[in-house]
């Protein structure tokens, strides 16, 4: 049985690519038992619809100084690790 921590990675990684069958399958029973997987699996589906959205709306567009502050964390995170 996955734990949660397995199964948020596991729920991650299906937003990008197909799981194989026992993947998939142990996901879902997780789901069914963990409400607050469960909750975290639908926000990371709305989350991608939402940016799916924003992307296509022309009146949506970050200033420069936000996508360099944006960029600027995103490079300070990885030094980090």
Known sequence: MLNCKQASQLASR???EK???WGKSMLTMHLLL???CSN???QLD???AVSRR???HL???LTR???QRIANALQDRQTDK
């Open 19 to 21: 799981l194989s069958f």
């Open 59 to 61: 009146d949506f567009r």
């Open 34 to 36: 963990c409400r607050s």
């Open 46 to 48: 709305f989350l991608r």
């Open 65 to 67: 100084e936000a996508r």
């Open 40 to 42: 975290f699996t639908r």
């Open 14 to 16: 299906a937003m990008d």
């Open 54 to 56: 924003s992307v296509t």
